[in-house]
Structure formats: structure tokens, C-alpha cells
């Protein structure tokens, strides 16, 4: 018996860590009813399957001796996990085979109704609230106390000999109160030391004007008592005997296992009555996604693993015991593992409030451990022990572990002594002007094309000349830096030009694409016959901004993305054999040939104009597009594609670390890289449920004019901006929108837009929209529901420091402290469906008309948010004299040349530091401790260069160089074209 038990203790242990550690990032949460469904069938085969094993007599089984251990027993019986239990002759058991079915009845209820309010919580997490589960413990033992310990004789010392302190101990250890403390501090610091290792709250919209924010937290503490109640059920089916004798072993683990089984079938035959009943969901029940498959197999064994280590845990050791060793294996993991990746400022944790609940969780459960022992020690040896002893490495393990939160604590810091933004700003300077530097470092054609040489190891494309004199008369800042080009471009050379062309005109042919095309054939500029006269200004400005350097280029057809949303991604095992393979496109082993082939225009099929049904688009539009379309493009090893992060309730600190500094965005570039990022999948309307997505896993050559990260779409200056749809437009000194300096502006934020980022059609996917985050959390403080929102984070001065000089993030800084914002809502809700628009309208009231778009020059600081692409306001703000604040998970084809924190505030998709940056250049409600003039030059810098390397010319110079390159691409001849000035090898 002794090795099954402590077989089953350490199983217990390790299935418990490992099933803790992977709840946060398992697939199996997106469809919990699938989820549970399989578990409880997986664990009911494995019960009944592994019962055939067992022995049928009871009372053979533990070393001949006859006892019978019981969890928690009736009024009058005393436990073996507390005190030596009785043999069976003494103990009193019910006699009916009735209460027994109850108990399975009972069982099988709760298991439903656990995975009912388990679904609710998953469905709705990000208005949870904090467990209640480590009080478990706490319940079987006020239930122990109740029916076992009060009942019997208070114990009195027989020893005469015994000194007072060992009398206080065995007193102690012999109280009928003893599990009562040690449980009752067990679940005391266990909800201390989660709450204060919980990582901030998340933007995600726990809406004040729906239900879920009382109805979740019920659900949760309805979910604990069922827990309590599946357990005791569990303890009863294994423990208790039949009127006509001993129940088998056997029999015990059968019974267990039909239980699983019968809630199984249950939950099965419900599912499919609601896939009759409801139209709506029967796509999402029946699409099962290979990452969720996989997912569920992980988990499920891991599960099925813990499942059976509990159900012998509480054979032999009871259901106090049991939940005690859950408990704090599960308390211990969480808590450590927050303490280990957090150790910096930001999140703000309490860590040495952490630090003290945690040593109530390790003590209180030595404790236990310790009375356990203590009790069987002085019991008679007639009877099995639980813990006849703890083996020496259990109490050396909990003080390893203790060493170990004690030196994180220890090293733990809660200020910083500089303020991160003065950093950022500095570095941001730094490597502005090393990019300057290099991007225009060439003084005349021949070092141009040297330097283009150097860089992308192949010669200029034909024509470079005319592009270098066209660039130079316009007074291009940037020669030398088109590096965005040659990473758009590169997939493209692991295609033939036949293969371009053959795909160009199937993706132009079909009018349901979305795809609109450009021919170019001597030097005219013309638009495909089939185009959608809704996008035809786009495609006007297209053409204006191609014909003014149409004659240096090629005949050839181009297909242009109507829709916002990007259309390409390869997949990453693909698209990086494709980056990685040997070109010789332009190689510099050849003398180059500096002419485009001159029968390129009989190459390129005609544009039917009826239109072809042939597609390699998949249509996906209002459904989640993150695994199908956005993850696939990163390593298969990287978190995007093996993590799913479901609890959008919490801010996942591991997903930003990597390019942040505190709570501020430090790398513009890193945070666009979605690989690092899983929660992503929630937190924007591409990945949500986009509005017009008819997307490609083959490499088609489609010019959009935003992409998200591993997207493969060609990067083009937009006609939006270039046609001037939204321009920068001040009145004259005395008009009603001037534009007055800096430190005339209000002193707030400002935004008005529409929620068109993505479609909620009815199920609550606004709620994780950045729109829509980003106008409530603005909001937050000026919202009477605050019980809903979120805490939000300053950095500011440390109250006991008189200099000022160090600083602390505070979670719940008063109200008086946060600058002024003015975000919201025009109009109506836009683009949503069935409730979800109500909804909306009911969260984001009073919704406002729509603004001038000249009246943003009056305010200092101007928001700018994704839509369902890119934000075409970003350029109007830049040249303005305010400061941009940018969020977004799209980029452009200017992205590596502005720099952030020099040119414009970056602000993370997250929104976590979106309160703290605006602080920073803000100041409080009152304007006090606002950084004027910091906010004053980089509006300033960021006006200058917009001047300098965003203005028309620079997107004409821009796609001219774009096009000649695409144009070498299509061209047969393509290893043997380039530019061939300056050139001496051969």
C-alpha cells in the first residue's frame, strides 16, 4: 500500500504542476463543452479499463490489515488521514445501496453543472473576479470538525515527564481544531498570494452595461461548491459499503468511471440537441481546428494523468489531505512562476505583501504535513498510517522553495530611478540620426549604385538612373534605405516570371478577388475593364501617381488590393525556404543588361472582361483569422502557433516584455512581429472577425497598402493619402480650425472615429477590439461603473521620496491624477449584428456627431487608431504642430522611416501604458507636472520630417523604385538586367 500511495502523492504532485502550468496556454479552452466532453470520456475509459486490474476484495489490499479508509466519515467515525480509522467491524456505515446512487446521481448532476459554469467563466473571463477554490480545504475540514473531531473526548496528556512546550505541542497536533487552522491559513494565504501575483487587468471590455460583470463572479463561487460537492461525491462512491458487505476495489473505480461516462453522454446529447436548435452555432460546433485537436490530446492526457492520481490520492490518503496538496501545488506553481517572470517594476505587485502570503502558504501547509504525522505517531500501530512519517526531502523541498520566493523577493524592485520615456526619447534620437545618415549617405549616381550593390548583393534594376535623377531633382532625403522593398519583394524571386504573370492575371480575372488591375504598356497607365466603381477614386490615384514616371517602366499588369484588410500569407516553412533560396536576379557574376525586354507585353494575358471563376482566395470574413491566416507565418516553435492565450481577463506580461521598457512600447519593429504575441488572437478586429477577408496561404503578388506582420502583401504608398482624403487643411490666423502652437492647444486627448476595426455580428467580439478598448479604457476614469474597469497604471514620483527622483508604478492613483482625454464614438455603431449593436450603443453612450476634421488641430495630443487597415489621419497629424499617438498593428511603406518616441508617441496594441505615456507629456487633470516642451519637440521633429520624407514626391520616388524592381521580377531576362553604371567587375 505504501508504494501506490506515495505513487500516487507524486503523481498527484506532478500532474498538478503540469496541468497548472499549461492551463493559461491550452487550446482546449476554445470549445469547453468539446473539451469536457473528451476528458470525461478519456478519464471513464481509463477508470473502467484500469478497474479490470484492480482486485475485487477491499480488504485485501493494504498489506492484509482490515481497515477501511475513509475520506470524511459519519458522525462518530474517526479518518485515517486524521486519525487512525476503525476496522470495519467498528465502523457504522450505511447500510442502503440507495445512498449510493444518490451519491452517483448526484455526481453525475454536478459534473454537468460544473461544465455549464465552467463554460460561462471560459466564454466570459474577462469579468472574473478572484477564486474561492483555495478554500476547498477549508470546507472538508470544517466538515471533518463537524462530524469527526468534535465528537470525540478531548485529549489529555498521559506523559508526566512531558515539559510544558511539548505538552502545548501534542495539544496542538491533537486539537479538534488543528485542520481547522492549518486549512483555514492554507486558504488565507493561498487568495493572498493570487491576488497579489495576478498580473494587471487587461483592456478587454468587462462591459458595465451587461450582466457578466455579477454574473461571472457567481458562476465562479458556484463553480467552487460544485467542486466540493464532485469531490465528496467521488470520496463517498470509493469509500462507502454496501448493505450486503465491503465494496470491491473494483467496483469503486468502476463506479467513478461510469459517473465520467454517464456525464459525458449527457453533455454530448446536449450538445447536439443545441446544434439543432441553433442555426447559428452549428458552424462553430462541427469546425474543428488541427491546433484545438492537438491542443485537447495535450491536455486531455494530462488531465486523465492528474484525474487518476487524485482518485488514488483520496483511496489512500482522504479528500482533506488530497485538496490540501492541490492546493498548494497549484498555489505554489502560479505564484512562483509570476514571481520568477516578473521581477521588474512593471506589473506593480505587492512583492513584499506576496512574499508574506506565500510564506503563509508554505508554513500552514508544513504545518499540516507535520500534524499528520505527529497524530498517526501517537496512534495505535494497529492501524494503517497516512504519514507514519514525512519523508525528510518534503520538508527540504519546502524550504528550497522558500529560499527561492525569498530570493526573488529579495531581488524584486519596485522603483526606477530615471523615467523610461526620457530614455526612449534619447535613444530614439540616436538612432534617427544613424539612419539619416545612412539612408542618404551616396552623393552622385555611381555611389548610389555601388551602395545598392553593397547592400542587397545584386545590381540596380534596369532604369535606376532615370529613378536616381528622379529622386534627386525632388530632393529625396532617402536614396540609399529602401530595405521594406527588398524584404517585400524577396519571397518573389523564388517564383518564375511566367509563374508572376500566370498569378497576376488570376488574381485580376476574378472580380469576387477584390483585386483590381493597373496595365502598364508604353508608358500608358490604364485600369482593368472589371473593376468595382466604388474603389475606382483608389485606383484614379493609383494611376495619377504611377504616370508621372510610367515611361522608365516596363509593360506589365499589377494587382491592387480593394479591400483594407491584407490577403497573403504563406505559411513559414514555405515562405522561408522561398526567402532562402539561391537567387541570381540581378547577379553580380553577370555583365548587367540595363533594358527591360521588349516583347514583355505580349507576355501578360488579357483581362477578360466577364470575368474569371477561378480563385485561390478563401473567404473567412466575420470568423477568427489569427491561426488561419496570421500565426501561420512564424516558427512552429514560436508561442503564435503553440500557445493560445484564452484569459483575456489579465494582461499577458511575457507577450509584451519582449519589446517594451516597463509599461511603455520601446520597440516599434519587435512589437508588430505577432510571433511572440498569442494574445493578439483576441485583441484585434483582423484576428477577431474581420470584415471583408478573402485571403491566400500561396504567395500571389497583391499590392496593398497595409500589412500586418508575416502577411506577404507588397507595401505601396497609399492613394488615400496621395489623393489627400484626409488632409491637413488649417485655417488662416482668425479662422475658426488654426492650427496654434503647441503650448496653445488644449491639454487633452482626442479622438472621433467609427468602430469599422472589425464585424461583431452578434457575438461580443467588440469587446476586444482595439477601438473599442482603447475608447473605454479613455473613458475608465470618468465612468461611474468602475467596480467594471480596470485599474490603471501611472508612474509617479514616490510619495517618501522629497527629490522626486524615484519613481513606482501605482495601480489605483486618484482620479485628479490622470490628464484630460476627449475620445469617442460618432454617429452609430457601425458594422455589427444582432445584439452586439445595442450593446455597443449602450456602453459607448452618448454617442457624438461627427467632427470637422480641421477641429483636431486645436488639441495637443491626437490619437490615432487602426481601422479595419491603416489609419489614413497619421500623415495629416504628423504635419501637424500637435503630437500623434499611435497605436496599431498595421504597417506602411513609411514604417522605417519614422522613428518612435522621436517623430510620434507609440502606444502598445495592449493599451497597458497608455495612461502612464500620456502622463508623461500631459501631466494630471489640472495640466500640473505636464512636460510641455518635450511634447512641443517632438511634434515638432516629427512636422519637420514629414516635410522632408513623407510628402508626395517621396511616395512617387518611392513606388517608382518599387515598380522598377517588380518589373525586373516579371522579366524573363531577369538574372541577366541591371544597371550597369559605376560597374567594374564582370
Not at 58 to 73: I, P, S
Not at 77 to 83: D, F, I, N, P, T
Not at 981 to 986: C, E, P
Request: hydrophobic share 40%; glycine share 6%.
Amino acid at each position: 500500500m505504501d508504494k501506490s500511495k506515495w505513487a500516487a502523492i507524486n503523481g498527484l504532485v506532478l500532474g498538478t504542476f503540469l496541468l497548472t502550468q499549461s492551463v493559461p496556454t491550452s487550446f482546449a479552452f476554445d470549445k469547453p463543452i468539446h473539451t469536457c466532453v473528451v476528458l470525461l470520456a478519456s478519464c471513464a475509459a481509463i477508470f473502467i479499463g484500469a478497474s479490470r486490474f484492480l482486485p475485487k476484495e477491499a480488504g485485501r489490499t493494504h498489506r492484509g490489515q482490515q481497515y477501511e479508509a475513509v475520506a470524511l466519515e459519519d458522525r462518530g467515525q474517526q479518518h485515517r488521514s486524521r486519525e487512525p480509522s476503525l476496522t470495519p467491524e467498528d465502523v457504522r456505515y450505511p447500510s442502503s445501496l440507495r445512498k449510493l446512487r444518490i451519491f452517483f446521481i448526484v455526481l453525475v448532476l454536478a459534473i454537468c453543472l460544473r461544465v455549464g459554469t465552467w463554460r460561462e467563466i471560459v466564454n466570459n473571463v474577462q469579468c472574473t473576479s478572484g477564486s474561492w477554490a483555495p478554500l476547498i480545504p477549508l470546507a472538508f475540514a470544517i466538515w471533518d470538525f463537524w462530524n469527526v473531531q468534535r465528537q470525540k473526548s478531548r485529549w489529555v496528556s498521559e506523559d508526566p515527564e512531558s515539559n510544558v512546550y511539548e505538552a502545548l505541542g501534542e495539544f496542538v497536533t491533537r486539537a479538534p481544531y488543528r485542520y481547522l487552522l492549518a486549512t483555514g491559513v492554507l486558504g488565507l494565504g493561498s487568495i493572498l498570494a493570487l491576488r497579489s501575483a495576478r498580473a494587471p487587468p487587461s483592456t478587454y471590455i468587462c462591459s458595465s452595461t451587461l450582466p457578466y460583470g455579477w454574473r461571472v463572479p457567481l458562476m465562479q463561487h458556484l463553480g467552487t461548491l460544485l467542486d466540493i460537492i464532485i469531490a465528496f461525491c467521488v470520496e463517498r462512491l470509493l469509500h462507502q459499503q454496501e448493505g450486503r458487505g465491503t465494496r470491491g476495489m473494483r467496483l469503486r473505480f468502476v463506479s467513478v468511471g461510469w459517473a465520467a461516462l454517464f456525464s459525458a453522454t449527457i453533455l454530448f446529447i446536449i450538445s447536439i440537441m443545441i446544434y439543432w436548435a441553433s442555426e447559428q452555432d452549428r458552424e462553430w460546433i462541427v469546425t474543428i481546428p488541427d491546433h484545438y485537436i492537438w491542443g485537447v490530446v495535450k491536455f486531455g492526457a494530462l488531465f486523465c494523468f492528474t484525474a487518476v492520481c487524485t482518485i488514488l490520492s483520496i483511496y489512500h490518503t482522504g479528500l482533506m489531505t488530497t485538496s490540501v496538496i492541490v492546493t498548494f501545488v497549484a498555489v505554489s506553481t502560479m505564484t512562483t512562476s509570476f514571481a520568477w517572470n516578473n521581477p521588474h517594476p512593471f506589473p506593480a505587485i505587492g512583492a513584499s505583501w506576496s512574499f508574506f502570503a506565500f510564506c503563509l502558504v508554505i508554513l500552514s501547509f508544513a504545518a499540516y504535513l507535520h500534524t499528520e504525522s505527529v497524530s498517526e505517531e501517537k496512534s495505535s500501530e494497529t492501524h494503517a498510517p497516512v504519514f507514519s512519517r514525512v519523508p525528510a526531502f518534503a520538508y527540504l523541498a519546502l524550504l528550497t522553495l522558500l529560499v527561492v520566493r525569498f530570493v526573488l523577493w529579495a531581488s524584486h524592485s519596485s522603483v526606477v530611478t530615471y523615467h523610461p520615456i526620457d530614455y526612449l526619447i534619447y535613444d530614439a534620437q540616436i538612432r534617427h540620426e544613424a539612419f539619416r545618415s545612412q539612408a542618404g549617405s551616396s552623393h552622385n549616381l555611381e555611389e548610389a549604385a555601388n551602395l545598392y550593390r553593397e547592400r542587397y548583393g545584386r545590381h540596380p534594376p534596369p532604369g535606376f538612373q532615370h529613378w536616381y535623377e528622379y529622386a534627386t531633382a525632388r530632393h529625396s532625403v532617402i536614396i540609399d534605405d529602401y530595405d521594406s522593398i527588398h524584404r517585400d519583394l524577396l519571397p518573389f524571386q523564388a517564383l518564375s516570371p511566367e509563374e508572376i504573370r500566370q498569378r497576376t492575371w488570376t488574381m485580376i480575372s476574378n472580380p469576387w478577388n477584390d483585386a483590381a488591375g493597373i496595365s502598364i504598356r508604353n508608358g500608358e497607365v490604364t485600369i482593368s475593364p472589371n473593376v468595382m466603381p466604388t474603389h475606382r477614386w483608389m485606383l484614379d490615384g493609383i494611376v495619377q501617381m504611377i504616370k508621372n514616371f510610367a515611361e522608365y517602366l516596363p509593360d506589365m499588369d499589377l494587382a491592387f488590393n480593394l479591400n483594407d484588410e491584407c490577403r497573403v500569407t504563406v505559411p513559414y516553412e514555405q515562405i522561408e525556404s522561398m526567402r532562402k533560396r539561391p537567387s541570381t536576379v540581378g547577379s553580380l557574376e553577370n555583365t548587367p543588361k540595363n533594358s527591360f525586354s521588349t516583347t514583355r507585353a505580349e507576355q501578360w494575358k488579357a483581362i477578360p472582361e466577364e470575368g474569371n471563376e477561378e480563385t485561390p482566395l478563401v473567404a473567412i470574413s466575420f470568423h477568427p483569422s489569427f491561426y488561419a491566416f496570421g500565426s501561420v507565418g512564424c516558427p512552429p516553435t514560436s508561442p503564435a502557433r503553440t500557445q493560445r492565450i484564452w484569459d483575456v481577463s489579465t494582461l499577458c506580461t511575457a507577450c509584451a516584455a519582449p519589446h517594451s521598457l516597463g509599461a511603455f512600447l520601446a520597440n516599434w519593429t519587435l512589437a508588430a512581429d505577432i510571433c511572440h504575441q498569442p494574445d493578439l488572437a483576441n485583441l484585434h478586429g483582423l484576428y477577431i472577425s474581420p470584415a471583408a477577408y478573402k485571403g491566400t496561404r500561396e504567395l500571389y503578388p497583391i499590392f496593398s497598402q497595409s500589412k500586418a506582420h508575416t502577411f506577404n502583401d507588397i507595401l505601396y504608398p497609399s492613394a488615400w493619402n496621395y489623393m489627400d482624403k484626409a488632409h491637413y487643411d488649417p485655417d488662416d490666423d482668425g479662422g475658426e480650425h488654426t492650427d496654434p502652437p503647441f503650448g496653445e492647444k488644449q491639454n487633452t486627448l482626442f479622438w472621433r472615429g467609427a468602430t469599422s476595426e472589425g464585424v461583431s455580428p452578434g457575438g461580443g467580439q467588440w469587446r476586444g477590439m482595439a477601438r473599442q478598448r482603447f475608447i473605454h479604457h479613455a473613458n475608465s476614469i470618468s465612468n461611474s461603473s468602475t467596480r467594471l474597469l480596470p485599474p490603471s497604471t501611472l508612474l509617479l514620483p514616490v510619495p517618501s521620496d522629497y527629490t522626486n527622483r524615484s519613481l513606482h508604478y501605482n495601480q489605483h492613483p486618484p482620479a485628479s491624477a490622470f490628464p484630460n482625454t476627449d475620445v469617442h464614438i460618432v454617429d452609430s455603431i457601425a458594422r455589427c449584428g444582432g445584439r452586439d449593436c445595442i450593446d455597443q450603443s449602450n456602453e459607448f453612450s452618448p454617442l457624438f456627431p461627427p467632427a470637422d476634421f480641421q477641429s483636431h488641430w486645436r488639441y495637443r495630443y491626437l490619437l490615432d487608431l487602426d481601422g479595419a487597415g491603416f489609419s489614413g489621419r497619421f500623415l495629416p497629424f504628423l504635419q501637424s504642430r500637435s503630437l500623434p499617438f499611435k497605436a496599431a498593428l498595421f504597417r506602411e511603406w513609411w514604417d522605417d522611416r519614422l522613428t518612435p518616441w522621436w517623430h510620434y508617441v507609440p502606444l502598445d496594441l495592449r493599451g497597458q501604458g497608455f495612461w502612464a505615456t500620456l502622463e508623461y507629456f500631459a501631466g494630471d487633470a489640472e495640466g500640473q507636472g505636464a512636460r510641455v516642451n518635450e511634447g512641443a519637440r517632438m511634434g515638432d521633429k516629427g512636422r519637420e520630417w514629414a516635410g522632408l520624407a513623407l510628402r508626395k514626391e517621396d511616395m512617387e520616388i518611392y513606388f517608382f523604385r518599387l515598380l522598377l524592381e517588380w518589373g525586373r521580377l516579371t522579366d524573363d531576362a531577369r538574372d541577366e538586367l541591371g544597371y550597369d553604371g559605376g560597374w567594374v567587375g564582370g
